[in-house]
Structure formats: structure tokens, C-alpha cells
Nanobody, 120 residues
Framework: QVQLVESGGGLVQAGGSLRLSCAASVPTFNSYFLGWFRQAPGKERQFVATISWSGGTTYYANSVKGRFTISVDNGKNTNTVYLQMDSLKPEDTAVYYC???????????WGRGTLVTVSP
């Protein structure tokens, strides 16, 4: 059973920072990519960033490159993927979803999402 639970969303002013966390329970974790996607009101869900389970491979959307950093912590009992978001802009406002899959372009599992609101 795959479980992904996000936390860390909230309200922040433009230029500020937030760190999202996703506690991941994935049976065959070392085969998966983990990632973050977001969906703004009235818009389609879009890719933000992804990382391999080892942390050795990362990809970012152009819109967040240089401002967001994805990382993974493979603990003894849990695996956590983080999204450090710096220099936030109002256009970053969205529900952010954690996802896992064998192919990061076609994720298989999704969390429920956490809301990030960036005020001007």
C-alpha cells in the first residue's frame, strides 16, 4: 500500500520561503521517482520537480529552477521528500501534490495535496 502525506503548506508573502514535506510509504521505494506537482485555481496540474529515490537524479520545471530545491531523506522507517521553496511569487500559489511512480512523467500514486498561498 502506497501512502503519501504532504505537510508544510501555508500563507507566505512574496519573496518568502516555505518547505513542503511528504512522508512516503512505498513498498519498493528504490524503484521509484518521487515528485511534486501543483494545480492553481482554474488551471491544469503541472510538474514542479522530481527526484530519484537515491537523490542522484533531479529535474525541475523551468518556472521554478533556481528557486525550488527537491531532496529526499531515506530514513530507517520512513522516506521523506522535501520541496524547499525560496523567492516565492504570487504565481506559485497552488495546491501542491506529492507523487510517486516508476516513471516521473506518469506518476502512479498521489497525495491529497497541501495549499500554498503567496500574497503580493
Amino acid at each position: 500500500q502506497v501512502q503519501l502525506v504532504e505537510s508544510g503548506g501555508g500563507l507566505v508573502q512574496a519573496g518568502g520561503s516555505l518547505r513542503l514535506s511528504c512522508a512516503a510509504s512505498v513498498p519498493t521505494f528504490n524503484s521509484y521517482f518521487l515528485g511534486w506537482f501543483r494545480q492553481a485555481p482554474g488551471k491544469e496540474r503541472q510538474f514542479v520537480a522530481t527526484i530519484s529515490w537515491s537523490g542522484g537524479t533531479t529535474y525541475y520545471a523551468n518556472s521554478v529552477k533556481g528557486r525550488f530545491t527537491i531532496s529526499v531523506d531515506n530514513g530507517k522507517n520512513t522516506n521523506t521528500v522535501y520541496l524547499q521553496m525560496d523567492s516565492l511569487k504570487p504565481e506559485d500559489t497552488a495546491v501542491y501534490y506529492c507523487a510517486a511512480g516508476l516513471n516521473w512523467r506518469f506518476m502512479d500514486y498521489w497525495g491529497r495535496g497541501t495549499l500554498v498561498t503567496v500574497s503580493p
